[in-house]
């Protein structure tokens, strides 16, 4: 056991503990810098934008137009469906079916904004996920929640 007057000088029991903290506090700094950033300070991924659409709302549910001019005429097109209630991914998905998910990444909560390749590409750190919501490369590990969809006419609509 060694007595205070052991002690080197300069060390004492508050100066390294000091420097214990410091040391955890620079560590635990590039471990979030390590992380890609956050949703406020996002890493900048570079994406094909999803056209972006205007849906209507009557209490929860979304009305899509599905005309010949719209983005979603094609089967493999998709848009971001922009509403009162928050914006959505659409995508034509076969002759009659439609996919409606929300566009909120599982990652970060970033928008997810991109589409290229039959795939969703979130802008903050890279996410992609399948039409269906399903992660194809992470960080996300979480699916986006799918909303069931109806066509009747010219109209795509789904339940939030």
């Given at each position: 056991?060694?007595?205070?007057?052991?002690?080197?000088?300069?060390?004492?029991?508050?100066?390294?503990?000091?420097?214990?903290?410091q040391?955890?506090?620079?560590?635990?700094?590039?471990?979030?810098?390590?992380?890609g950033?956050?949703?406020?300070?996002?890493?900048?991924?570079?994406?094909?934008?999803?056209?972006?659409?205007?849906?209507?709302?009557?209490?929860?549910?979304?009305?899509?137009?599905?005309?010949s001019?719209?983005?979603?005429?094609?089967?493999?097109?998709?848009?971001?469906?922009?509403?009162?209630?928050?914006?959505?991914?659409?995508?034509?998905?076969?002759?009659?079916?439609?996919?409606?998910?929300?566009?909120?990444?599982?990652?970060?909560?970033c928008?997810?904004?991109?589409?290229?390749?039959?795939?969703?590409?979130?802008?903050?750190?890279?996410?992609?996920?399948?039409?269906?919501?399903?992660?194809?490369?992470?960080?996300?590990?979480r699916?986006?929640?799918?909303?069931?969809t109806?066509?009747?006419?010219?109209?795509?609509?789904?339940?939030v």
């Amino acid at each position: 056991m060694t007595k205070p007057d052991d002690q080197a000088p300069g060390h004492t029991r508050r100066e390294f503990c000091a420097q214990a903290c410091q040391a955890a506090s620079f560590v635990a700094v590039g471990a979030l810098a390590g992380c890609g950033g956050s949703q406020t300070s996002p890493s900048a991924v570079s994406v094909t934008p999803a056209p972006t659409v205007s849906g209507t709302v009557t209490g929860r549910v979304v009305s899509v137009a599905l005309d010949s001019a719209t983005a979603l005429s094609a089967v493999g097109a998709a848009v971001l469906v922009q509403t009162t209630l928050g914006s959505f991914l659409v995508a034509h998905t076969g002759q009659d079916t439609y996919t409606a998910l929300t566009s909120t990444c599982t990652h970060e909560a970033c928008v997810v904004t991109g589409f290229s390749g039959g795939r969703y590409t979130c802008p903050c750190h890279g996410s992609q996920y399948t039409t269906s919501g399903a992660v194809i490369n992470g960080p996300a590990t979480r699916a986006l929640a799918q909303f069931p969809t109806q066509v009747s006419g010219t109209t795509l609509t789904f339940t939030v």
